[in-house]
């Protein structure tokens, strides 16, 4: 497998510290409001890249959760309740919304709030070793005092020394020193510290999670592009200061953000797409198929067409499923000689419009095949190639809607589009066209593809 590493900023074959064992790290939720479709993005991502790394190793994958946040208390302080209340909240609409478009739970999920005395004595050894310092309740990291700085994002040291493009505080020896612990009021929400009553900055929160979960070094770093500066740039420097590690991650991977309609997504614009909404427009799956679109590194493109799009694509592969064949075993058809180009194209740096056109490619095999025993292997490497994208999870019949049974059955229905591409086939378009009426009086519809007839049950 290669992977595409921020960090050397070139694509590199993909070692495990440990043979056969990887650990991964996700940059989470900050869960003070409905996910839009921009936060579904990341988690989407690194699920197929965790169904890909688990065929071949076992995988330990932590995703955060950011419950203790400036935005955090600013809303539950203007609903009236706890940001313990606020948080749970909309971690549950998370796990929810995800769950719909078919991301599989991580293996840990930890939150900031219970890991408060970890982040208070990683900040103490900080200061010990003298990467950091403290001024009025304050708690800056030194950004000086590391030579690294800069390495994942390209930034030039002296450039951010000298305050470019960063705010200036009087309470910082230098322009780009971040937070890494800060004072609450007394009424507000914070923890005792040797500083004074306070709460984490937010770079700081990952760099302990991650430390506490997976060890002093970890194969895998993960998020969005908008996170490599400052929030993994100021990760690296922490946690290589604070642990004395040279590369506390082998590996950084980013994908690229969402764009509404050529525009950035934002609350100022008035574009923000909420998952939930999304939901109520097409299925889990459609979204994630589009979600899933373009290159995982590149910005995706959300459409006004996108969500119809990816459901005529998910309707074709679902059809083809139901072409014939024995339920596919596992086992059996993982070796399969056409499932090779799926994985081959995964495994290229996740190439995922290439696994689909891959996918695609057996439909168009599929169809074609009037050799049963040819077409339940090639069905059994669709269902099989698609897992790993986190496609084709349903019943066929239940994605075109339940088919009435007492009406029609499904081979009945498969027997029909044959007897009328037969037809077809021979110019024989007006017996075609009754085969079409007799199917859609049954509550069938079908549709004529590039790649075969499709059908679908309707109400």
């Given at each position: 497998?290669?992977?595409?590493?921020?960090?050397?900023?070139?694509?590199?074959?993909?070692?495990?510290?440990?043979?056969?064992?990887?650990?991964?790290?996700?940059?989470?939720?900050?869960?003070?409001?409905?996910?839009?479709?921009?936060?579904?993005?990341?988690?989407?991502?690194?699920?197929?890249?965790?169904?890909?790394?688990?065929?071949?190793?076992?995988?330990?994958?932590?995703?955060?959760?950011?419950?203790?946040?400036?935005?955090?208390?600013?809303?539950?302080?203007?609903?009236?309740?706890?940001?313990?209340?606020?948080?749970s909240?909309?971690?549950?609409i998370?796990?929810?919304?995800?769950?719909?478009?078919?991301?599989l739970?991580p293996d840990?999920?930890?939150?900031?709030?219970?890991?408060?005395?970890?982040?208070?004595?990683?900040?103490?050894?900080?200061?010990?070793k003298?990467?950091?310092?403290?001024?009025?309740?304050?708690?800056?990291?030194?950004?000086?005092?590391?030579?690294?700085?800069?390495?994942?994002?390209?930034?030039?040291?002296?450039?951010?020394?000298?305050?470019?493009?960063?705010?200036?505080?009087?309470?910082?020896?230098?322009?780009?020193d971040?937070?890494?612990?800060?004072?609450?009021?007394?009424?507000?929400?914070?923890?005792?510290?040797p500083?004074?009553?306070?709460?984490?900055g937010?770079?700081?929160?990952?760099?302990?999670?991650?430390?506490?979960?997976?060890?002093?070094?970890?194969?895998?770093?993960?998020?969005?592009?908008?996170?490599?500066?400052?929030?993994?740039?100021?990760?690296?420097?922490?946690?290589?200061?604070?642990?004395?590690?040279?590369?506390?991650?082998?590996?950084?991977l980013?994908?690229?953000?969402?764009?509404?309609?050529s525009?950035?997504?934002?609350?100022?614009?008035?574009?923000?797409?909420?998952?939930?909404?999304?939901?109520?427009?097409?299925?889990?799956?459609?979204?994630?198929?589009?979600?899933?679109?373009?290159?995982?590194r590149?910005?995706?493109?959300?459409?006004?067409?996108i969500?119809?799009?990816?459901?005529?694509?998910?309707?074709?592969?679902?059809?083809?499923?139901m072409?014939?064949?024995?339920?596919?075993?596992?086992?059996?058809?993982?070796?399969?000689?056409?499932?090779?180009?799926?994985?081959?194209?995964?495994?290229?740096?996740?190439?995922?419009?290439?696994?689909?056109?891959e996918?695609?490619?057996?439909?168009?095999?599929?169809?074609?095949?009037?050799?049963?025993?040819?077409?339940?292997?090639?069905?059994?490497?669709?269902?099989?190639?698609?897992?790993?994208?986190?496609?084709?999870?349903s019943?066929?019949?239940?994605?075109?809607?339940?088919?009435?049974?007492?009406i029609?059955?499904?081979s009945e229905?498969?027997?029909?589009?044959?007897?009328?591409?037969?037809?077809?086939?021979?110019?024989?378009?007006?017996?075609?066209?009754?085969?079409?009426?007799e199917?859609?009086?049954?509550?069938?519809?079908?549709?004529?593809?590039?790649?075969?007839?499709?059908?679908?049950?309707i109400?």
């Open positions: 497998m290669r992977l595409h590493n921020t960090l050397t900023n070139k694509k590199e074959e993909f070692i495990p510290i440990v043979p056969e064992q990887v650990k991964l790290y996700v940059c989470g939720p900050t869960v003070y409001n409905h996910p839009h479709i921009g936060n579904a993005r990341p988690p989407v991502v690194f699920d197929v890249l965790v169904r890909l790394l688990r065929a071949k190793y076992k995988v330990t994958y932590v995703r955060n959760v950011t419950d203790v946040d400036d935005k955090i208390n600013l809303e539950a302080s203007k609903r009236g309740i706890s940001i313990k209340e606020l948080t909240y909309f971690l549950n998370f796990r929810r919304d995800m769950n719909a478009i078919g991301v739970p840990l999920e930890p939150k900031v709030t219970d890991h408060i005395p970890e982040i208070i004595n990683y900040i103490d050894k900080l200061i010990s003298g990467y950091a310092y403290s001024n009025k309740g304050h708690v800056y990291f030194d950004i000086a005092s590391f030579d690294g700085y800069g390495k994942l994002s390209g930034r030039k040291l002296n450039e951010l020394l000298a305050g470019a493009r960063i705010d200036i505080s009087e309470l910082k020896k230098n322009p780009g971040f937070v890494l612990w800060k004072p609450s009021e007394l009424d507000g929400i914070g923890w005792e510290s500083w004074g009553y306070g709460r984490p937010w770079h700081i929160e990952c760099s302990v999670m991650s430390h506490a979960h997976l060890g002093e070094r970890i194969d895998i770093h993960g998020g969005g592009s908008d996170l490599i500066f400052p929030h993994h740039e100021n990760e690296i420097a922490q946690s290589e200061c604070a642990l004395g590690v040279t590369r506390f991650s082998n590996y950084w980013h994908n690229g953000l969402i764009r509404i309609n525009e950035k997504m934002s609350k100022s614009l008035g574009n923000m797409l909420l998952v939930d909404d999304l939901l109520s427009e097409a299925p889990g799956e459609s979204i994630r198929m589009a979600l899933l679109g373009t290159h995982y590149q910005p995706l493109e959300w459409t006004d067409t969500l119809r799009e990816a459901t005529d694509k998910l309707d074709k592969l679902y059809n083809a499923t072409k014939g064949g024995l339920p596919y075993q596992e086992h059996e058809i993982k070796n399969s000689i056409y499932v090779k180009p799926i994985l081959t194209a995964l495994e290229d740096d996740l190439n995922i419009p290439q696994a689909i056109a996918l695609f490619n057996l439909v168009k095999q599929i169809n074609l095949s009037k050799d049963d025993t040819l077409i339940a292997e090639l069905v059994g490497a669709l269902k099989y190639g698609a897992s790993f994208l986190g496609l084709l999870q019943d066929a019949n239940v994605w075109f809607k339940k088919i009435n049974t007492s029609i059955t499904e229905i498969i027997e029909l589009i044959e007897k009328r591409n037969t037809l077809r086939s021979s110019k024989k378009f007006i017996e075609a066209d009754h085969i079409r009426d199917l859609l009086e049954k509550g069938i519809a079908i549709e004529d593809t590039s790649d075969g007839t499709i059908w679908k049950a109400n």
